[in-house]
């Protein structure tokens, strides 16, 4: 409590000093041009962070604004700032572009599910490369992962203002062996089940299927060629065919409900 009414006197003080500098500069004391220097460099750097902050943010909007994400999902940079997980969704989606600049990605992709009335599979990024279709389910959690992969259901731990919780999410595993039978309904190809964690996971896991995007990258190239260009275009352009739109936010909304239903 006491702390208030100094903070008080010393922001009246350099009140007072700052002032005299458009009415009796003569005033101003020898601390009250050290208060008014130190003053006038603490706005500066703070003018200076923040202008660098802004021109960051500018070099990163233009950066992303000349993406296959956002060429595919038209979202705005401030929405997908401000959604952790379409974040996610784009930093995997650019690292990729970048290091296989000649490999298409279908993003987003909403079809339809085999044997089923108005249901839909969503699946976030199909990397299209010489090695393989790689099927990526992202997930990017906070915490420590655990599960089986016969699991129907995987758990992640996290902690939030001190007090610990567990979240439990559909084995990605299982999630993206079946959107790999959905495609192969469409057309046959070698898929490879990809799932990767973001690095805010600790994970411990020898399963083939579970990566993290720095191995993902390396895997990759560690893989050898099967496809020609030809076929890969092929196959791009019949699952392209096999988008449903304007489903997506549906689906969602489908997910939502059931969760709130069954929990």
């Known amino acids: 409590m006491l702390a208030i009414p100094f903070v008080l006197m010393v922001v009246v003080y350099v009140f007072k000093q700052f002032s005299l500098l458009f009415s009796d500069m003569s005033a101003i004391t020898m601390a009250g041009w050290i208060v008014i220097g130190l003053l006038i460099f603490s706005i500066f750097c703070l003018f200076a962070v923040r202008t660098r902050i802004f021109l960051r943010y500018l070099d990163r909007k233009a950066s ?143 399963l083939s299927e579970i990566h993290t995007l720095k191995s993902l990258i390396d895997f990759i190239r560690s893989r050898e060629v099967v496809y020609t260009k030809d076929v890969l275009k092929d196959i791009l352009a019949r699952i392209e065919s096999s988008r449903i739109k304007g489903k997506n936010d549906d689906h969602i909304r489908r997910i939502q409900f059931n969760k709130a239903k069954y929990t």
């Open 64 to 206: 992303y604004e000349t993406s296959q994400f956002y060429r595919d999902t038209a979202l705005p940079y401030r929405k997908v700032l401000s959604e952790k997980g379409r974040l996610f969704e784009y930093e995997v989606s650019h690292a990729l572009e970048k290091e296989f600049p000649s490999s298409p990605q279908i993003l987003d992709l909403t079809i339809r599910k085999k044997d089923s009335i108005n249901e839909y599979a969503q699946i976030d990024c199909i990397f299209i490369h010489d090695s393989g279709i790689y099927v990526l389910e992202l997930k990017d959690y906070n915490g420590y992962v655990y599960g089986n992969k016969a699991h129907r259901f995987w758990n992640v731990g996290y902690e939030t203002n001190g007090k610990k919780a567990i979240y439990e999410f559909q084995n990605p595993i299982m999630q993206n062996i079946a959107h790999i039978n959905n495609l192969n309904d469409i057309v046959e190809a070698r898929y490879l089940n990809i799932v990767i964690f973001s690095k805010n996971i600790y994970i411990d896991s020898n």
